[in-house]
């Protein structure tokens, strides 16, 4: 497995080993000791997640002590997924990064503990799934804003250059608070 730094800390892209010929391929997507290094320690939930085009899920997190590091990739269709880092210690705090995530690429985007997640989905039927170290609990999930402007996130470029024209957003996650204005902090941990 490939794994490549992107530019905020303990975030990385992950690419599995691809072995295929003209009858298909194979490819050993999860395999621990690769991802011991990171701190994912062991899966404790699998997830999917299927979409339409133009559907954006975010800025999601969960918070202490139930929050969550995420292996995330696309299986069906294509995303760019988002993240952004809450994490007050470091140096990347308040940055944001995306990834574009297929099934051709053969990509997955390690999310590491306190960092917000989101996605849009660029073409109907895409099937994300996530892999996840903590359990669910509802009571402690969080977010922020998906757009906020203090961030930065280039989402009119990524609506231009796919042709989504009106994203669709949740009632909640249309809602959210800034990051700023967020009371959710969290601390590198690895």
């Excluded at 990385?12 to 490819?27: A, K, T, V, W």
């Excluded at 470091?90 to 690429?105: A, C, I, Q």
Aim: with cysteine.
């Amino acid at each position: 497995m490939k794994i490549i730094k992107t530019r905020l800390e303990d975030c990385y892209i992950l690419e599995p080993d691809r072995f295929g010929d003209d009858r298909g391929y194979f490819s050993p997507y999860f395999i621990q000791e690769n991802l011991d290094q990171l701190g994912f320690e062991k899966v404790v939930q699998a997830n999917r997640s299927k979409s339409s085009k133009g559907v954006v899920r975010g800025l999601h997190f969960q918070k202490d002590p139930k929050c969550q590091a995420k292996i995330v990739e696309v299986i069906q269709g294509a995303a760019i997924d988002v993240v952004v880092d809450m994490r007050e210690d470091s140096s990347t705090f308040g940055m944001w990064e995306k990834v574009l995530l297929t099934p051709d690429n053969n990509r997955q985007l390690f999310v590491p503990r306190g960092f917000a997640h989101g996605f849009v989905s660029l073409e109907d039927n895409t099937i994300f799934q996530y892999l996840i170290d903590n359990d669910y609990a509802p009571q402690l999930e969080g977010g922020i804003l998906w757009n906020d402007p203090e961030i930065g996130i280039d989402w009119d470029k990524i609506f231009e250059e796919y042709n989504i024209d009106n994203p669709l957003l949740s009632d909640k996650d249309k809602n959210r608070e800034t990051l700023k204005k967020c009371k959710t902090r969290f601390r590198r941990n690895k």
